[in-house]
C-alpha cells in the first residue's frame, strides 16, 4: 500500500493539526499511481459500459489485517472527517509507542444512514490500514480516542468520484444503488465507507464510494 511520507506532513506543528484539514493542504501523491497501488491489494472485477468502456464500479475483496480509526461526531460531515483525520495524523507522528508510522492511502470513513434512508448519522469513523512493517506487532495509541482494531476481510463495490461532502457522497450513494440491485440481501443498504486517496485541497481529487458486501 502507499504510505504518506514525513515530507507530506512537514510544517503541521501542534497548531496546525488543530485546524481544519482544508486549509493549505497539498496532494498525498500522484492520483493514478497511488489509485493502482491499493487496487493491485485487491481481486478486482470492473463492470464497464459496452459502447463506451467506462468503468461503472469495480468489484474488490481487502485482506484481513490491523487498522487505526479515531470517531468524531460533529455537526458537518465534513467537520468530523477533518478532526477524526487529525487525530489520526497526531498518532502517526508521536502519539504512539512506537515511531513514526507512515499512513497507507486511501483513508476510509465509515458513514451510517438513518432510517429515512437519506440522513447521516453525526458520528463518523475515520481509519486507515496500518502499514505492512507494523502489522505483525500494532503499536498502542497514547490516546484514548484511537483504536487499533483488527478487522476481517471485506468486500466492496466501489465507484469513483470526486469531492467529499456530505451533499456528494449522498448523491453517489443513489447513483450506485440505481446500478445494483436495491434489494440485494447481500450488500448492506445503510452503511457505506467513503475512500479517499490525496488532501481535499488537491485541485484533481479520485475518491471512492464503497458498498461492503455481507460475508456468507
Given at each position: 500500500?502507499?504510505?504518506?511520507?514525513?515530507?507530506d506532513?512537514?510544517?503541521?506543528d501542534?497548531?496546525?493539526?488543530?485546524?481544519?484539514?482544508?486549509?493549505?493542504?497539498?496532494?498525498?501523491?500522484?492520483?493514478?499511481g497511488l489509485?493502482?497501488h491499493?487496487?493491485?491489494?485487491?481481486?478486482?472485477?470492473?463492470v464497464?459500459?459496452p459502447?463506451m468502456?467506462e468503468v461503472l464500479?469495480e468489484?474488490?475483496?481487502?485482506p484481513?489485517g490491523?487498522?487505526?480509526?479515531?470517531?468524531?461526531g460533529?455537526?458537518l460531515?465534513?467537520q468530523?472527517i477533518?478532526?477524526?483525520f487529525?487525530?489520526?495524523?497526531r498518532?502517526?507522528?508521536?502519539?504512539?509507542?512506537?515511531?513514526?508510522?507512515?499512513?497507507?492511502i486511501?483513508?476510509?470513513?465509515?458513514?451510517?444512514?438513518m432510517?429515512?434512508?437519506?440522513?447521516?448519522?453525526k458520528?463518523?469513523e475515520?481509519a486507515?490500514?496500518l502499514p505492512?512493517?507494523?502489522q505483525?506487532?500494532?503499536?498502542?495509541?497514547?490516546?484514548?480516542d484511537?483504536?487499533?482494531?483488527y478487522?476481517?476481510?471485506?468486500?466492496?463495490?466501489?465507484?469513483?468520484?470526486?469531492?467529499?461532502t456530505?451533499q456528494?457522497?449522498?448523491?453517489?450513494i443513489?447513483?450506485?444503488?440505481?446500478l445494483l440491485?436495491?434489494?440485494?440481501p447481500?450488500v448492506?443498504?445503510?452503511?457505506y465507507?467513503v475512500?479517499?486517496y490525496?488532501?481535499?485541497g488537491a485541485?484533481?481529487?479520485r475518491n471512492?464510494?464503497w458498498?461492503?458486501?455481507?460475508?456468507p
Open positions: 500500500m502507499a504510505l504518506i511520507s514525513l515530507d506532513l512537514e510544517g503541521l501542534d497548531e496546525q493539526l488543530d485546524d481544519d484539514i482544508t486549509d493549505n493542504v497539498e496532494p498525498m501523491g500522484d492520483e493514478d489509485l493502482s491499493w487496487q493491485a491489494v485487491a481481486s478486482t472485477h470492473q464497464s459500459v459502447a468502456g464500479y468489484e474488490r475483496r481487502y484481513a490491523f487498522w487505526v480509526s479515531a470517531r468524531r460533529e455537526d460531515y465534513e468530523s477533518s478532526l477524526a487529525m487525530k489520526l495524523m498518532f502517526i507522528c508521536k502519539e504512539n509507542s512506537a515511531r513514526y508510522l507512515g499512513m497507507t486511501p483513508v476510509v470513513s465509515s458513514v451510517q444512514v432510517e429515512d434512508g437519506e440522513t447521516f448519522e458520528s463518523v475515520t486507515f490500514f505492512s512493517e507494523f505483525s506487532s500494532a503499536p498502542r495509541s497514547l490516546d484514548p484511537i483504536s487499533v482494531t478487522r476481517e476481510p471485506i468486500r466492496v463495490i466501489a465507484t469513483f468520484y470526486g469531492t467529499t456530505e456528494t457522497v449522498g448523491w453517489q443513489r447513483v450506485l444503488r440505481e440491485d436495491p434489494g440485494d447481500s448492506h443498504g445503510d452503511r465507507m475512500a479517499v490525496d488532501n481535499p485541485p484533481q481529487r471512492e464510494i458498498f461492503i458486501r455481507r460475508e
